[in-house]
């Protein structure tokens, strides 16, 4: 029998490799010390993080939403993975983010398209006098393109045919009370994650009387979570092919899928018809006229095909309000936007 030779000392246990992330998390994340997952990102070109994300923000108290006095973007959504929160900070040159909640890694993953990566601001030319300084003054602003249909689509139900005070406080109560904490240290603050497609369909109807929706546009989000499978699919189709998925639903017309589509795709030539205030708006900015019409607004907007999203956006930030004209006897005609 052979006498076993004796085995030499070990050698110092090499340090172990990094745990690999997640499947769904972007190869450049990691986990903090807090819990959060974590990851840092560049863009390329100047961006205003602020101005990219305002369209995100549904007004004052916000519970999905809060940019804080130090430019710090908190955001709570529901994911294909489920709830999450994400944190920005940093600098506009390299921007710091973290996650939290199972629809963290997501989150991450889609960082760069909700800060305008897949925006290609270079496709613009400034045709008006106006348009041109808004643009010289405002170099970092982007599309955002959140991937994720039904966070714009519901809160922009909400916004037909009110004033955007009351569809923001409906949309504050339904959160509060239908909505679950925002997972990580944003729910400790109330923010809220919007419930999913059966919690849509469990708010009873007199919550949405108490939220100052009317039977109208609640039976439309209704209608929308019934079929909320297909409809956030629509974010990976063509913008033309989304709208008119979104339009298949009945109480959904052409100012809703306007409204989501430039949030969920990003979509520079979405342009906004059927709302009461923003021919006026446009209106008066490039021809000194109050009185517009979408027709009018759409003549106007012509020279910026393509871009007609974005040339009214720069509109908006940059050109006074119409000035208001004494009361008539008789109203205004109401808006059609649906």
Known sequence: MPVPRPRPAAAPAAPEPPAAPAPSATPAAHRSSTGAHTRTWSPEGPLDIRLTLNPLCRGYGDPAFRIERNGTVWRASRTPEGPGTLR????????????????????????????????????????????????????????????????????????????????????????????????????????????????????????????????????TVLRAVRVAAGLEAAAALPVAEASARLQSVPGIGPWTAAETLQRTHGAADAVTVGDLHLPHHIGYALTGERRSSDEVMLQLLAPYAGQRHRATRLILLNSPSPPRHAPRLAPNPPSHRS
């Not at 509060?176 to 369909?201: K, L, N, Q, S, T």
């Not at 949405?208 to 609640?218: E, L, M």
Request: aromatic content about 6%; glycine content about 10%.
């Open 88 to 219: 920005l900070t940093g600098s506009p040159a390299e921007i710091e983010a973290y996650a939290w909640g199972p629809g963290g890694p997501w989150l991450l993953d889609a960082l760069p398209a909700l800060l305008g990566a897949d925006d290609d601001p270079a496709a613009f030319t400034p045709r008006h006098r106006l348009v041109h300084a808004a643009h010289r003054r405002n170099p970092g602003l982007r599309l955002t393109r959140t991937g994720l249909v039904l966070e714009s689509l519901i809160p922009s139900i909400l916004e037909q045919k009110v004033t955007t005070t009351e569809a923001y406080r409906g949309w504050r109560l339904l959160l509060h009370r239908h909505g679950e904490a925002a997972p990580g240290p944003a729910g400790a603050d109330r923010m809220r994650v919007m419930p999913d497609a059966r919690g849509w369909a469990l708010v009873p109807s007199w919550d949405w009387h108490g939220a100052g929706v009317d039977n109208k546009r609640a039976s």
